[in-house]
């Protein structure tokens, strides 16, 4: 009987595999996709040399994703994101913190334009809901920007192109902010069963940025996302 009862146990588990490996070649495992998204971005920055400040401002941004099903409920997505956004660069006599918004106290000195390429890369988890799903992840991503420029404001140098030293034997400049970072992001949204998607992130640099020693300075971008998607 115990027999009996220990191979009805095998066979069950032996039976259930069998459907979990039938079920999991019912749903393609890579899947293709195109964003359209308006940003909000900024710099948490001070540069103390300078007393310079930023404020953020809204862009646009235009891409596509990849996602990769480990199973029906969770996947793995990589984005790739080319950017536009803008700010402006204010004035200030101390670190004015985390400024997300705009403050009268903080004199404007020029506005700034920067475009460039995200690449995030989330874990997603699908939770069923309605006719679709609910999506929510989280991961890392990493910036470059190609450019940032302050149109109409022929005398101000962007921190991306101010020149802080020259390297004797190479040649190479150092400018005052990198053109790269890295950091963390997450992810929210909803895609119906059309494969339409609505969807929030928000990004957060880890790296400072500030590209050369400074005991009060610091440059770290953020970005908050919200757009459309559509999963093939």
């Known amino acids: 009987m115990k027999k009996f009862l220990i191979l009805l146990v095998m066979l069950a588990g032996a039976l259930t595999l069998r459907a979990q490996d039938a079920d999991s070649l019912k749903f393609d495992q890579v899947h293709l996709g195109a964003l359209l998204q308006a940003n909000y971005a900024g710099e948490a920055m001070y540069i103390a040399e300078s007393s310079l400040s930023a ?3 809204a862009g646009l941004e235009v891409g596509g994703f990849v996602d990769y099903m480990f199973t029906r409920r969770l996947l793995l997505e990589v984005q790739l994101l080319v950017t536009l956004q803008t700010g402006s660069y204010v004035s200030s006599g101390e670190d004015p913190g985390f400024v997300i918004w705009r403050r009268r106290s903080l004199d404007p000195v020029a506005n700034m334009l920067l475009w460039g ?8 988890g699908l939770f069923p809901a309605g006719q679709g799903n609910w999506r929510l992840g989280a991961g890392l991503f990493t910036h470059f920007t ?22 004797d034997e190479t040649g190479r400049k150092r400018y005052a902010l990198n053109d790269s970072h890295a950091g963390v992001g997450l992810t929210a949204g909803y895609e ?9 992130a928000a990004k957060y640099s ?13 440059a770290h971008p953020y970005k908050i996302s919200l757009g459309l998607g559509w999963r093939f």
């Open 117 to 124: 390429m995200d690449i995030p890369i989330y874990l997603v």
């Open 192 to 200: 119906f069963a059309s494969g339409l998607q609505i969807n929030l």
């Open 146 to 167: 190609f450019n940032a420029w302050s149109p109409g404001y022929d005398d101000f140098i962007s921190p991306y192109k101010r020149v802080i030293s020259v390297d």
């Open 55 to 57: 404020y953020p401002g």
């Open 206 to 218: 880890v790296i400072d940025i500030i590209n050369y020693e400074s005991e009060d300075s610091h």
